[in-house]
Every structure is written in structure tokens, then in C-alpha cells.
């Protein structure tokens, strides 16, 4: 076992009246049962018995895991993990203790334990007759429970059943009695019921492509119907899914689309009923309404309502940040500014300049990626749930999943998404006060012009021909602290300074469609490029695009393509840490020169420094 106690022996097991402990748990469910198993043992080792109470502890270590249906991998777990250690997990148990555990499953009486004992056989010795005793169990353990009124706390156990029945064999009784139970339940759920156990029952028949789909989307509307009169609209927008689901799969397409206009008016209504309540006001009504015009556009809804409904978005989104408050704390860059200021005084224009760019790292990709998922670990409640990113006038523009899935891929693009959250709003924040403490001290000490900078520009690699002027006059602009002309020069030239150093290098930067015509990559899929990334290092790919085209991270491109900037905005970290970027990659091809260095074997070219 995982804490090292010793697994006990059948008879000392039967010696012991654990049933009657079992039973007296308020709830037959294995937290109720372990709880009780707990108090037991405390009670023991009180009166010295430490026999009897390893017997208990065992119990509750068996009792522990975790039921978790949906993950075909691992259903059963430890019941805690931190960051130290865990409770027990299915692996601890020794040889002995299986043998023991599969005894028990013949001993008890208890439903709920002998499927808990059974599927712990089942996954340790694959014993065939142990997963159906296990599937039996779990159905009359759920019955047990919906009789008694109490089925949200083991629904686990019915979806866990209902999986081994399935994995024994779809045609077979038992399976078949899983599905006449829920379709049994879910007829009187019909004209009664007003939670969510139709809503798992109708989803566990959809998966397993059971019951008849016309019934199930009549139950599924009847229920939604009933808890939208009476104000709960989550949970019948559920139900009007579901029921369109089921219509669906029946190729009935008019009725499904029926069911998503029903779920959008739903949904405007929960709109309009949030505005002026506090907590929710125009934030969480742009919410329900923008997610009801795309209901009503998936289900073939009128073209004049979804305008009239986007004009009302449109109203609430500029709204919604008046709604917000802001949260700040301070931070101690006295030593950023002490480092910044030494680290750049005295020197030449060209030596301060590079001291400047090489003065501070830029990010690692994937030391960021580490303290991301260290954080999604440590501080799962901040990474629960997804999130929207704004614009100032209230519109969203992305939307990053929640951590804590165990899809892979919906898990990669939550932690990306966090990576660039985190570098604009701490890594690159904290960067731009060092940034501009050198800027200001390099403007102070030198007398810059355009010939005094022009030694970053000529025959410089990474600058297209005949845009020499356009990049030194938006540095030069950034020394004197004229950031809106450093925006307006810098941002847009970044594009085709990567077409032009991918070119140099042999690489084809356009795409041939169907009628012959080229068209340049755009920025995007440049930076995309593994020979961008080969060529500027995977550093520098990261910060450009954090910095010009990722919604989490600075989106500079965009805002400043389309308009959205503001002149004061152009005073801001995002700029300042482009305007630095552009200098250090401009600066790479002359800082190797100097120092006669060159890129270590295996290393990027521009990440050498």
C-alpha cells in the first residue's frame, strides 16, 4: 500500500462487523462508506486495537479511489495527488491484497462495495467475470441511490456499469438492461422531472447510439420546456441541445433546427434578464447574446433578426467595460533600473546600443512553458474555466479553453495561449522599465541622429533593400521616445523582413493556387515556418509573434493594420518591446562580428547571443 501497511487477511476482515459500518453511512456511496470506515479507525487506534483498525484503513484505502468513467485509461484513481505524495491508487495493491479484495467481493452485501471490489479485480487481473460483476453491482448501487433520492452522488457508477456492460458485449442481457433502465427513467422524467439526471441519461443513450432518437428528442424538449418556465435557462438550453442532437442523428434536420432557434431565444432572454443585475450586467448579457446569434445562424435563423441582434452586441460589448474593475500591485524594479543604467553608461554609441539589446534575455519558450503548467498545477481554481480576451470597446476577440481537460490538443492550445498571457502581462511588462531606463540613458549620453544610428541598418541582412530609412527612422523615433512614428514604421516592416532573410536563404515564401497566381505567406504563416524559426531562433519566433500577432499576447499587426490602436497606446510596453526586438535582431550580424563569435553547433543563428 502506498502508506506501507500491510493488506489484512480474509478472516481477519470477517472477524470485524465492517458491513454493519458500511451501512450505517447516511448515503450508500463509497465517500459516504469511506468516511464512515475513517471514524472507525480512529476510534480503534483510540482504544489500542491496532489490528482491527488496520482492517478499517484498508477498507478506506479501497474505498478512496476515485471513479472517474470517462477516462478509459485510468477510471480508477488515488483520491488526492499533490505535489508531495497521494493516497492509494489501484497499482499499490500487492498480490495479497488483490487476492483479498476478490474475496470480499463474494462476501459482501453491499451493491456499491462489491462493484468497487470487482472492478478493482477486473483492472488488476482482466478476470472477465469480475467486469460483469462489477457492471451489475454498479447498476444496483445507481438504483439504490435514484430510489433513495440521492442519484448525483453515484451517476459515476451507472456511466462506469454501463461502459463494462458495453465492453462485454452490446447484445447481451446486461447491457440491454442498462438501456431499458434508462429508458424506463427517463419516461418518467418526462412530465416530472426538473434536474439534470434526463440530461445523463438521454447523453450516455447518445453515445452508445442507443433507444429510439424521436422519443429521446420529445423527452429532451419536454424537459427543457418545463425548466425554462421555470427560470432555469442553463439547464433547459441542455435539453434543447440534446433533443437537437437526437434529431439529427434521426436526419431530421427541420425539427433540430427548430430546437437550436428555441435554445437562442433561451439564451436572449438570459441575456436581457442579465442586464442591471449586479455580478452580471452587460458583460454576461454580450455573453448569452452573442452565443444566441451564432444558435440562430447555425439553425437557419432570419438574416434581419441576427442583424438586429448583432447591433444590440454591438451596444452591450461598448458597455461591458465600464462594468469591470481593475486590480493592481506594485513591484520593486529598483534593481532593473540600477542594471539598466550601469549596464549601458560610458560605453560608445554602437557598444551601448548592443549592451542594451543584450542586457536582457529574451523569453525561453520552454522554461515558460514549465512555470505554465506549474501553475495550471498549483493553481487549478485560476485555470478551471476558459476565458475571453477584449477589446477596449468590448468585443471578443479570443478565447483560451480551460487548462483542465484532458484533451491533448484543446490542453496544448490553453497552455500556449496562457504562455503569451503571462509574457505581456508580467515577462514583457517588467522588461519594458529596463527597456526605457537604457533608452533614456543612451539619449542622455549621445547625440543621436540619423547618421549616428545608421551603422544598425547599412548592408544589414535582415533589411530588405531600399527599406533602410523606414527601420532607422523608426529607431531613431524610439531613442527620442516618439513611439506613435516607431509603431507606424516598425510594425508593418517586420513582415517582409522575414520574407526577405527566408528568401535570402533559398527558401520560397509564396503559395501557387489553382489559377497559377502566387500570393505572398502572410506573417502568420511565416513565423510559422520551422526555417523561421531556424534562421531567428525559437526565441525571437516567440517574441514576434507574442508581440505581432497572437490575441493572448500583444497583437500588435492587427490593432495597428486595422485602426484599432489609439495615438496613446502607441506609448505602451507592447511597442517599446518591439522597438527592442528590432534593434537586437538588427543587432545580431554586428555583436557576432565584434566579439567574433559564431553560433554554437546545434544552436539557432540568432538565439546565439
Known amino acids: 500500500m502506498s502508506n506501507g501497511l500491510p493488506s489484512p487477511l480474509i478472516h481477519d476482515i470477517q472477524a470485524q462487523d465492517w458491513e454493519d459500518v458500511a451501512r450505517s453511512a447516511e448515503i450508500p456511496t463509497d465517500s459516504h462508506i469511506q468516511t464512515k470506515f475513517g471514524q472507525k479507525v480512529a476510534e480503534l487506534e483510540a482504544a489500542g486495537d491496532t489490528g482491527a ?18 477516462n478509459k485509461d485510468q477510471p480508477l484513481r488515488a483520491g488526492w495527488i499533490s505535489a508531495t505524495g497521494r493516497s492509494a491508487a489501484v497499482e499499490d495493491f500487492t498480490e495479497h491484497a488483490q487476492d483479498t479484495i476478490e474475496q470480499l467481493v463474494g462476501v459482501t452485501s453491499t451493491p456499491i462495495l462489491r462493484a468497487r471490489f470487482a472492478d478493482i479485480i477486473w483492472l488488476l487481473r482482466k478476470n472477465h467475470k469480475m467486469a460483469e460483476q462489477a457492471a451489475t453491482s454498479y447498476l444496483a448501487a445507481f438504483k439504490a441511490v435514484d430510489d433513495a433520492g440521492h442519484w448525483a452522488y453515484e451517476f459515476d457508477c451507472f456511466k462506469r456499469g454501463m461502459a463494462l456492460a458495453k465492453m462485454l458485449g452490446t447484445k447481451k442481457q446486461l447491457f440491454l438492461d442498462y438501456v431499458s433502465f434508462a429508458e424506463t427513467r427517463l419516461a418518467s422524467l418526462e412530465s416530472t422531472g426538473n434536474d439534470s439526471l434526463g440530461a445523463g441519461l438521454l447523453d450516455t443513450l447518445f453515445e452508445y447510439r442507443v433507444g429510439d432518437p424521436p422519443v429521446a428528442a420529445r423527452i429532451a424538449e419536454a424537459l427543457g420546456d418545463r425548466l425554462e418556465t421555470a427560470g432555469n435557462s442553463f439547464l433547459a438550453q441542455t435539453y ?43 458583460f454576461s448579457g454580450s455573453h448569452h ?11 437557419g435563423g432570419e438574416e434581419a433578426r441576427i442583424e438586429a441582434l448583432h447591433k444590440r452586441l454591438v451596444e452591450w460589448q461598448a458597455k461591458t467595460t465600464s462594468e469591470m474593475n481593475s486590480a493592481s500591485h506594485e513591484i520593486d524594479v529598483s534593481e532593473i533600473v540600477k542594471h539598466a543604467e550601469e549596464g549601458v553608461r560610458g560605453k560608445a554609441l554602437p557598444d551601448a546600443v548592443f549592451a542594451m539589446v543584450l542586457g536582457h534575455r529574451v523569453i525561453n519558450p520552454d522554461e515558460l512553458r514549465k512555470r505554465v503548467i506549474n ?12 476565458t475571453s480576451m477584449m477589446a477596449p470597446d468590448g468585443r471578443v476577440t479570443a478565447f483560451k479553453p480551460s487548462g483542465l481537460t484532458e484533451d491533448a490538443e484543446t490542453r496544448e492550445i490553453a497552455i500556449e495561449a496562457e504562455m503569451f498571457h503571462q509574457a505581456s502581462r508580467i515577462d514583457w511588462d517588467l522588461r519594458a522599465r529596463y527597456i526605457d531606463v537604457c533608452r533614456q540613458e543612451i539619449a542622455r549620453e549621445h547625440h543621436l541622429t540619423l547618421v549616428e544610428l545608421q551603422f544598425l541598418v547599412l548592408h544589414n541582412p535582415f533589411i530588405p533593400p531600399g527599406h533602410e530609412m523606414i527601420f532607422l527612422k523608426g529607431v531613431l523615433a524610439g531613442f527620442r521616445g516618439d513611439f506613435d ?26 503559395k501557387l493556387d489553382s489559377k497559377m497566381i502566387q500570393e505572398q505567406r502572410l506573417l502568420g504563416a511565416l513565423l510559422s515556418l520551422p526555417e523561421t524559426a531556424e534562421i531567428l531562433g525559437a526565441n525571437h519566433v516567440f517574441e514576434l509573434r507574442g508581440l505581432l500577432i497572437e490575441k493572448f499576447g500583444y497583437d500588435l499587426r492587427n490593432r495597428l493594420a486595422h485602426g484599432f490602436m489609439s495615438y496613446a497606446e502607441c506609448w505602451g510596453a507592447d511597442v517599446l518591446n518591439l522597438w ?11 555583436v557576432r562580428k565584434a566579439k567574433g563569435d559564431a553560433p554554437a553547433e546545434g544552436e539557432a543563428k540568432a538565439d546565439a547571443t
Request: glycine content about 6%; some cysteine; proline content about 3%.
Open 53 to 70: 483498525s488496520a482492517v478499517y484503513r484498508f477498507l478506506g484505502q479501497v474505498t478512496s479511489l476515485h471513479l472517474q468513467p470517462d
Open 240 to 282: 434543447f441541445d440534446i433533443g437537437s442532437r437526437f434529431h439529427r442523428a434521426n436526419n431530421d434536420l427541420s425539427n433540430a433546427q427548430r430546437l437550436g432557434v428555441k435554445k437562442a431565444d433561451s439564451l436572449i432572454a438570459q441575456a436581457e434578464s442579465c442586464i442591471g443585475k449586479e455580478g452580471q450586467g452587460y
Open 289 to 299: 447574446l452573442a452565443v444566441a446569434i451564432e444558435c440562430l445562424r447555425q439553425s
Open 375 to 386: 501553475l495550471m498545477r498549483d493553481y487549478p481554481l485560476s485555470h478551471m474555466f476558459g
Open 485 to 510: 512614428i516607431t509603431a507606424h514604421f516598425l510594425i508593418p516592416q517586420i513582415e517582409e523582413a522575414i520574407r526577405h532573410i527566408l528568401q535570402s536563404a533559398g527558401h520560397v515564401t509564396s
Open 580 to 590: 527592442w526586438i528590432v534593434i537586437r535582431l538588427l543587432s545580431f550580424p554586428l
